[in-house]
Protein backbone atom coordinates (compact mmCIF):
# COMPACT_ATOMS: atom_id res chain seq x y z
CA UNK A 1 0.00 0.00 0.00
CA UNK A 2 1.41 3.62 -0.65
CA UNK A 3 1.58 5.97 2.59
CA UNK A 4 2.36 9.73 2.12
CA UNK A 5 5.10 11.14 4.13
CA UNK A 6 5.74 14.32 5.05
CA UNK A 7 9.41 15.71 5.44
CA UNK A 8 10.88 18.42 7.68
CA UNK A 9 13.92 20.00 8.46
CA UNK A 10 17.06 18.33 8.25
CA UNK A 11 14.89 15.19 6.47
CA UNK A 12 13.53 17.68 4.08
CA UNK A 13 17.19 19.14 2.86
CA UNK A 14 18.72 15.50 2.49
CA UNK A 15 16.10 13.98 0.75
CA UNK A 16 14.90 17.34 -1.13
CA UNK A 17 11.04 16.82 -1.34
CA UNK A 18 8.42 18.13 1.30
CA UNK A 19 6.33 14.95 0.49
CA UNK A 20 6.91 11.60 -0.64
CA UNK A 21 4.82 8.55 -1.49
CA UNK A 22 6.60 5.03 0.13
CA UNK A 23 5.34 1.13 -0.74
CA UNK A 24 5.01 -0.11 2.75
CA UNK A 25 3.11 -4.18 2.74
CA UNK A 26 -0.45 -4.26 3.98
CA UNK A 27 -0.20 -4.13 8.38
CA UNK A 28 3.07 -2.25 8.17
CA UNK A 29 4.16 -0.30 11.32
CA UNK A 30 5.72 2.92 11.87
CA UNK A 31 8.76 1.16 12.51
CA UNK A 32 8.86 -0.68 9.21
CA UNK A 33 8.02 3.00 7.48
CA UNK A 34 11.12 3.94 8.89
CA UNK A 35 13.58 0.92 7.46
CA UNK A 36 11.61 1.73 4.37
CA UNK A 37 12.49 5.22 3.77
CA UNK A 38 16.63 4.57 5.07
CA UNK A 39 16.24 1.99 2.23
CA UNK A 40 14.86 4.57 -0.45
CA UNK A 41 17.20 7.10 0.89
CA UNK A 42 19.99 5.46 2.56
CA UNK A 43 21.37 8.91 3.03
CA UNK A 44 18.56 9.36 5.96
CA UNK A 45 19.83 6.19 7.45
CA UNK A 46 21.69 7.88 10.55
CA UNK A 47 18.67 9.66 11.45
CA UNK A 48 15.85 7.08 11.58
CA UNK A 49 16.40 6.36 15.16
CA UNK A 50 15.57 9.58 16.58
CA UNK A 51 12.42 10.18 14.29
CA UNK A 52 9.13 10.13 15.84
CA UNK A 53 6.20 9.91 13.62
CA UNK A 54 2.77 12.03 13.74
CA UNK A 55 -0.61 10.31 12.34
CA UNK A 56 -3.10 12.62 11.97
CA UNK A 57 -0.85 15.46 13.40
CA UNK A 58 -1.03 13.68 16.88
CA UNK A 59 2.49 11.76 17.97
CA UNK A 60 1.76 7.74 17.42
CA UNK A 61 4.39 5.06 19.43
CA UNK A 62 6.50 2.78 16.78
CA UNK A 63 4.20 -0.26 16.60
CA UNK A 64 0.89 1.85 15.15
CA UNK A 65 0.10 0.19 11.86
CA UNK A 66 -0.82 1.80 9.07
CA UNK A 67 -3.51 2.46 6.87
CA UNK A 68 -3.81 3.04 3.51
CA UNK A 69 -3.67 7.10 2.29
CA UNK A 70 -2.43 7.73 5.77
CA UNK A 71 -0.92 11.22 6.11
CA UNK A 72 2.45 10.62 8.16
CA UNK A 73 4.72 13.12 9.13
CA UNK A 74 8.00 12.08 10.32
CA UNK A 75 9.12 14.86 13.22
CA UNK A 76 13.02 15.07 13.97
CA UNK A 77 13.95 16.17 17.59
CA UNK A 78 12.23 19.61 17.54
CA UNK A 79 14.16 22.50 18.41
CA UNK A 80 11.85 24.94 18.58
CA UNK A 81 11.72 28.67 20.56
CA UNK B 1 -3.87 33.48 19.65
CA UNK B 2 -2.07 30.88 18.34
CA UNK B 3 -0.13 31.01 14.77
CA UNK B 4 2.67 29.76 12.67
CA UNK B 5 3.80 32.82 10.28
CA UNK B 6 6.77 33.55 8.45
CA UNK B 7 5.78 37.44 8.89
CA UNK B 8 7.50 39.49 11.73
CA UNK B 9 6.06 38.74 15.11
CA UNK B 10 3.95 41.87 16.79
CA UNK B 11 3.43 41.48 20.40
CA UNK B 12 0.95 44.41 20.66
CA UNK B 13 -2.13 42.19 19.21
CA UNK B 14 -0.86 38.83 21.10
CA UNK B 15 -0.99 41.10 24.68
CA UNK B 16 -4.34 42.29 23.97
CA UNK B 17 -5.61 38.95 23.04
CA UNK B 18 -4.56 37.24 26.23
CA UNK B 19 -5.15 40.30 28.44
CA UNK B 20 -8.75 40.04 30.43
CA UNK B 21 -10.86 42.68 32.77
CA UNK B 22 -9.88 40.23 35.28
CA UNK B 23 -5.88 39.97 34.42
CA UNK B 24 -3.79 41.85 36.76
CA UNK B 25 -0.36 40.73 34.81
CA UNK B 26 0.75 39.97 31.24
CA UNK B 27 4.05 38.36 31.64
CA UNK B 28 5.30 38.49 27.88
CA UNK B 29 8.39 36.03 26.52
CA UNK B 30 10.56 37.16 23.63
CA UNK B 31 12.77 34.33 22.42
CA UNK B 32 15.12 35.97 20.19
CA UNK B 33 18.07 35.12 17.39
CA UNK B 34 21.03 35.06 18.97
CA UNK B 35 24.15 35.73 17.81
CA UNK B 36 26.50 32.49 18.97
CA UNK B 37 25.91 29.33 19.97
CA UNK B 38 28.48 25.81 21.07
CA UNK B 39 31.63 28.34 20.63
CA UNK B 40 30.42 29.15 17.13
CA UNK B 41 29.57 32.48 15.20
CA UNK B 42 26.11 32.03 14.44
CA UNK B 43 25.08 34.47 11.25
CA UNK B 44 21.13 33.75 10.88
CA UNK B 45 18.79 31.09 11.93
CA UNK B 46 16.26 29.23 9.59
CA UNK B 47 13.04 27.65 11.13
CA UNK B 48 10.52 24.83 9.71
CA UNK B 49 7.77 23.62 10.99
CA UNK B 50 4.73 21.14 10.51
CA UNK B 51 2.40 24.15 10.98
CA UNK B 52 -1.63 22.58 11.31
CA UNK B 53 0.20 20.46 13.89
CA UNK B 54 2.09 23.06 15.66
CA UNK B 55 -1.00 25.30 16.15
CA UNK B 56 -2.63 22.16 17.27
CA UNK B 57 0.15 21.77 19.80
CA UNK B 58 0.23 24.98 21.41
CA UNK B 59 -3.05 25.21 22.00
CA UNK B 60 -2.50 21.97 24.01
CA UNK B 61 0.08 23.57 25.90
CA UNK B 62 -2.33 26.19 26.43
CA UNK B 63 -5.13 23.79 28.25
CA UNK B 64 -1.67 22.45 30.13
CA UNK B 65 -1.39 25.67 31.57
CA UNK B 66 -4.60 26.22 32.21
CA UNK B 67 -5.07 22.78 34.31
CA UNK B 68 -2.48 24.16 36.20
CA UNK B 69 -2.68 27.77 36.81
CA UNK B 70 -4.98 30.06 37.51
CA UNK B 71 -4.33 32.10 34.35
CA UNK B 72 -7.04 34.23 32.47
CA UNK B 73 -5.30 34.33 29.14
CA UNK B 74 -2.57 32.64 26.80
CA UNK B 75 -1.23 33.05 22.94
CA UNK B 76 1.69 31.70 21.05
CA UNK B 77 3.03 32.96 18.17
CA UNK B 78 6.20 31.15 16.17
CA UNK B 79 7.42 32.99 13.33
CA UNK B 80 9.32 30.59 10.39
CA UNK B 81 11.74 31.14 7.36
CA UNK B 82 15.33 33.01 7.65
CA UNK B 83 15.70 35.49 10.81
CA UNK B 84 18.15 37.75 11.38
CA UNK B 85 20.35 38.42 14.78
CA UNK B 86 18.03 39.53 17.42
CA UNK B 87 15.03 38.92 15.74
CA UNK B 88 12.22 37.09 17.37
CA UNK B 89 11.22 33.61 16.82
CA UNK B 90 8.73 32.82 19.62
CA UNK B 91 6.23 34.87 21.63
CA UNK B 92 4.66 33.53 24.39
CA UNK B 93 2.11 35.87 26.74
CA UNK B 94 0.65 34.37 29.61
CA UNK B 95 -2.04 36.70 31.73
CA UNK B 96 -3.64 36.26 35.08
CA UNK B 97 -4.71 37.76 37.94
CA UNK B 98 -0.92 38.61 39.51
CA UNK B 99 1.97 38.74 38.74
CA UNK B 100 3.25 34.97 40.05
CA UNK B 101 0.92 32.67 38.51
CA UNK B 102 2.09 34.59 35.40
CA UNK B 103 5.41 34.45 34.81
CA UNK B 104 5.25 30.96 36.61
CA UNK B 105 2.56 29.91 33.50
CA UNK B 106 4.78 31.43 31.16
CA UNK B 107 7.79 29.73 32.26
CA UNK B 108 5.63 26.55 31.79
CA UNK B 109 4.36 27.00 28.45
CA UNK B 110 7.85 28.08 26.70
CA UNK B 111 9.52 24.80 28.18
CA UNK B 112 6.59 22.49 27.00
CA UNK B 113 6.49 24.22 23.40
CA UNK B 114 10.44 23.43 23.16
CA UNK B 115 9.20 19.85 23.83
CA UNK B 116 6.21 19.48 22.05
CA UNK B 117 5.53 21.64 19.36
CA UNK B 118 7.01 20.41 15.50
CA UNK B 119 9.45 23.19 14.89
CA UNK B 120 12.35 22.60 13.79
CA UNK B 121 15.58 25.75 14.08
CA UNK B 122 18.84 25.87 11.80
CA UNK B 123 21.72 27.68 12.36
CA UNK B 124 23.68 29.10 9.92
CA UNK B 125 27.21 30.11 11.52
CA UNK B 126 30.67 30.97 10.38
CA UNK B 127 32.19 27.69 8.11
CA UNK B 128 28.67 25.54 7.94
CA UNK B 129 25.28 25.29 9.09
CA UNK B 130 23.05 22.73 11.41
CA UNK B 131 19.74 21.35 12.04
CA UNK B 132 19.97 21.20 15.85
CA UNK B 133 18.28 18.87 17.38
CA UNK B 134 16.86 19.08 20.78
CA UNK B 135 13.72 17.38 22.47
CA UNK B 136 12.21 13.76 21.12
CA UNK B 137 8.59 14.09 21.78
CA UNK B 138 6.51 11.50 23.43
CA UNK B 139 3.58 9.69 22.02
CA UNK B 140 1.86 11.11 25.61
CA UNK B 141 2.65 14.77 24.95
CA UNK B 142 -0.76 16.20 24.52
CA UNK B 143 -2.75 18.72 25.93
CA UNK B 144 -4.58 17.26 29.41
CA UNK B 145 -6.37 20.24 30.33
CA UNK B 146 -10.25 20.90 29.84
CA UNK B 147 -10.43 24.71 29.51
CA UNK B 148 -11.11 26.94 26.17
CA UNK B 149 -7.97 29.07 25.40
CA UNK B 150 -7.84 32.18 23.89
Redesign the interface.
Known sequence: MDVNV?L???L??MVGKREITLDVPDGATVRDLRERLGSVYPVTEAFLP?L?C?VG?????SDYVLREGDMV?L??????? | MFEITPEPLDPGPLVDAVRRDESGAVVLFYGVARNENLGRKVLWLEYDAYAEMATKKMREVAEEVRARFPVTGVGILHRTGRLEIGEASLLVAVSSGHRKEAFEACHFAVDRIKQIVPVWKKEVFEGGEEWIEGHVPGVGDRGQGTGDSV
Open positions: RFAGHQTVAEEYVPAIPPVSGG
